[in-house]
């Protein structure tokens, strides 16, 4: 079978390594249940930035977010290995900046994610991965952004959301853990 993943929110909790940064660089503290209430995928306006003081302070810290500490969710490197023993194709599809592909794929690997170079796909705007996921042919997709995923929820691909507070309003299977998956999707695939 053919899996993709998006990487960002979905395999990594990479918004709230950010809010714990945004934290530590501003000196300010907030409160994790606003963190937790957001119903946008941005989080500088829990810091009292604009939109473009926000997007300026993401592109500053974007080196350290990615390639530091930012945590994999418990159960993801996991479940992906274990796919990828059995044989099962698995792709990335990120919508992170092409500059960031190949260091991307070199942080991945240290998490201990299978990544195989030519199923690796950076550097795109929604449609366009939206695109990259219907010519793969797909017969799974995990991703947490609605924009992406209320655009690919037709035909055979299963789609599947990971849970977070700004796609809560998204109708689709929902992981919260990934281990959870695992189970459903070893009893399908068998």
């Known amino acids: 079978m053919r899996?993709?993943?998006?990487?960002?929110d979905t395999l990594i909790n990479l918004r709230e390594y950010a809010f714990q940064l945004y934290q530590q660089k501003l000196g300010r503290e907030v409160a994790i249940d606003l963190f937790h209430a957001l119903d946008r995928v941005e989080i500088h306006e829990l810091f009292g930035m604009s939109d473009k003081?926000?997007?300026d302070m993401w592109n500053s810290v974007l080196d350290e977010l990615y390639y530091t500490?930012?945590?994999t969710y418990p159960g993801a490197v996991e479940l992906l290995q274990q796919l990828d023993?059995?044989?099962h194709e698995i792709f990335y599809i990120t919508a992170r900046p092409a500059k960031h592909g190949e260091n991307t794929k070199i942080w991945l690997k240290q998490q201990g994610f299978p990544v195989h170079?030519?199923?690796f796909y950076c550097g795109m705007k929604d449609a366009e991965k939206v695109h990259i996921i219907e010519e793969l042919q797909l017969d799974y997709y995990f991703d947490?952004?609605?924009?992406?995923?209320?655009t690919l929820s037709h035909g055979s691909l299963k789609v599947m959301v990971?849970?977070?507070?700004?796609n809560r309003h998204v109708e689709l299977p929902r992981i919260k853990?990934?281990?959870?998956?695992?189970?459903l999707i070893q009893k399908e695939i068998k």
């Open 3 to 8: 899996f993709g993943f998006d990487i960002d």
């Open 53 to 55: 003081e926000g997007s």
């Open 69 to 71: 500490d930012c945590p």
């Open 85 to 87: 023993r059995e044989g």
């Open 117 to 119: 170079d030519d199923r």
């Open 144 to 150: 947490d952004k609605p924009a992406v995923v209320d």
């Open 162 to 166: 990971k849970d977070q507070s700004y």
């Open 177 to 183: 853990q990934w281990a959870d998956l695992q189970e």
